[in-house]
Each structure stands twice: as C-alpha cells, then as structure tokens.
C-alpha cells in the first residue's frame, strides 16, 4: 500500500521563528491534506491540497505531486501552533480511504 | 451546519462489555468512515462506508462492528470490549467519489475509549 512518510519526527521552536514540515508519499496521490491535531485532540483541517500552493496567514502548503511530497510552512510561530502536524493522502486508483502519515510533533517555547 | 457529531466524548469500559460510537453528520456526505489513533501513531481506518447500505473494512476491523442504514449516521459497534481497544475513535466524512475535491475530509472531534 501506500507509505506516507513525515519529517521531522519532532520539533521543538521559540516562539517567533519559522519552520518546514515535510510529508513524503510513495504513490500517485487524488487528495492531500494537511491537519493540526491540537493538545485537546482536536484534528483541524489546515490545507486541501493535492498540488500547488496555498496560503492561509502564517501557514503556508506546497504540493509537487510528480515528485510526490508536500511542504507544511508555518512562519513566526506562536504557543498556540504546539501539538501534532498530520499528513493525510488518498491514493489515485478510486478508492477514498485516508492514510496518514505519523506525524510531526510541535512544541513552541514562549 | 454542526459538521461531524460524535458521542460519547469519553468512555470507561469493562473487558467484555459492548458499547456503540455514535457519528452523525449534516452535510450530505456520502463518504463516512471510522478510525483509531493509538499513542505515537497516525490515524488507522477501521471501517468505511460509501453510501447508504454500503460499508466495507479498513485496514484494522477485527472487533468492530458498522451499519450505515441513513445518509447521516454511521454507528460502531464494539461487540466485545478488549484492552486493546483502548484508543481515540475517530469519525470522519466527505461528499465521496464524484470528483478529487470530494473527497475533502472532515474529523469529528473523537472519542476517548478506554477499556479496564
């Protein structure tokens, strides 16, 4: 099956600085999300976005689907980003299951 | 809209006892699925439905149990509570396969099952 592969494993910032998630798969891709597991559990959808490039204030996302990864962007990093960053895609052969990567771990120091 | 609705929030079980994992959603998905996320791990699909009277395994269905008999509601079952059932449930939807975008997802905000 497909292999979705995220780095780092973990990551530890300051507040204020700037980071770069990466989220590798192993096969043709229809749908690609990014989403923000907060401390409470919560999953938040960040990004649909099975190629190019999107924007959403701090956060940014890239997605080059020919050579099959995607890039999480978060600038000036804030407290409230901490918790755990997951990729999550759907294979292009007409099925619509989900597989996620393990994540990424965040923790931002005030 | 509430989105994807899941009920309990938390749970204590006994080793034995069932229990069902209620998810309900308001936006017309065809596409609902259910998932377990263990400590340190991603989330792992348990079952899936893709229309009303459809369902279908994921990729960890031993011990659970789904009927999708609406359009809104997708029910999991839990027949015999085991330890290692202990994990946050996960319910998700999407309008399903008539184009890529369809299949955006959308996570209710889990359950926490612990099992004794």
């Known amino acids: 099956g497909i292999q979705v592969e995220q780095s780092p494993p973990d990551l530890i910032l300051q507040e204020g600085a700037n980071s770069t998630l990466r989220c590798n798969f192993s096969?043709?891709?229809?749908?690609l999300q990014w989403f923000h597991q907060n401390p409470w559990g919560q999953l938040i959808n960040l990004f649909y976005i099975p190629s190019g490039t999107k924007q959403n204030g701090r956060l940014s996302a890239t997605t080059v689907a020919t050579e099959r990864y995607s890039l999480l962007y978060i600038s000036s990093s804030q407290t409230t980003d901490s918790g755990v960053y997951f990729c999550?895609?759907?294979?292009?052969?007409?099925?619509?299951?989900?597989?996620f990567g393990t994540g990424t771990r965040l923790k931002v120091l005030a | 809209n509430a989105g994807v609705t899941q009920t309990p929030k938390f749970q204590v079980l006994k080793t034995g006892q069932s229990m069902t994992l209620q998810c309900a959603q308001d936006m017309n998905h065809e596409y609902m699925s259910w998932y377990r996320q263990d400590p340190g791990m991603g989330l792992r699909l348990i079952h899936y439905s893709v229309g009303a009277g459809i369902t279908d395994q994921g990729e960890v269905p031993n011990g659970y149990n789904v009927s999708r008999s609406t359009t809104e509601d997708f029910p999991l079952r839990l027949l015999s509570a085991a330890p290692s059932q202990t994990s946050v449930y996960f319910c998700a939807s999407s309008y399903g396969p008539r184009t890529p975008r369809d299949t955006e997802a959308f996570f209710g905000q889990g359950t926490r099952l612990t099992v004794v």
């Open positions: 096969d043709s891709v229809n749908n």
């Open positions: 999550a895609v759907v294979k292009a052969s007409g099925t619509y299951k989900y597989i």
